[in-house]
């Protein structure tokens, strides 16, 4: 299994394969459902040649998605910081494992890797993750789509967040939008495709200048 550190790799071209990042727990939750939705990502994402990339872990939804979609024929890169490497266990049978040097550096690159992202149920890392990539969103560093892929409701709270800060006035609702909303493993790769919201400032008490 190939390793490689920040920088000694290039950036992914434009007219590569598509990839897509999934956020997801390590471990496999309370509910069949979960295990069984990452199966079917991994698989879906196999068969459309579509590209893996994930945090690098071996164990619990992490390892699902990965092993679905090896299975299938599908490329897989993970993406793991030094210090978790042996904590959570690395997959050892990935197309590639790219190591980095801390959590940020992690995230930037599972950014950088990806075409479009989508978030599975999962733990803090999750939503660490989904939260960061949301926010990159809404101040116009990345135009990628994030989709929600919305497991037995998992995700009706963090909607129902979004959507109280709409109500009190810290969030635009074109912003809130950047949270795509799927039921099915198909309807989350749907939306990988369908057009960004328009680009607006995050400062609801800024006047347009």
Not at 99 to 110: L, N
């Amino acid at each position: 299994m190939p390793r490689s550190r920040p920088g000694t790799l290039p950036l992914p071209c434009e007219t590569g394969p598509m990839r897509v990042c999934v956020f997801c727990g390590s471990s496999r939750g309370a509910k069949p459902a979960y295990a069984e939705a990452a199966t079917t990502l991994g698989a879906a994402l196999a068969a459309s040649g579509t590209g893996l990339v994930f945090g690098g872990g071996d164990v619990g939804l992490m390892g699902v998605v990965a092993d679905a979609t090896l299975a299938g024929g599908g490329e897989v890169i993970g993406v793991m910081p030094d210090a978790l490497v042996a904590k959570e266990i690395a997959h050892e049978g990935l197309t590639e494992l790219r190591v980095t040097g801390s959590m940020h550096e992690r995230k930037a690159m599972m950014a950088e890797l990806a075409d479009g992202f989508i978030a599975l149920p999962g733990g803090l890392g999750t939503f660490d993750e989904l939260c960061e990539i949301l926010t990159w969103g809404q101040l116009g560093l990345h135009t990628k789509p994030v989709v929600l892929l919305d497991i037995d409701g998992f995700w009706d709270p963090f909607v129902a967040l979004l959507d109280s800060a709409v109500d009190a006035g810290f969030l635009r609702a074109v912003h809130r939008d950047l949270a795509r909303r799927a039921a099915t493993v198909a309807d989350a790769l749907d939306l990988l495709t369908a057009p960004p919201p328009p680009p607006m400032h995050k400062w609801i008490d800024r006047n347009d200048v």
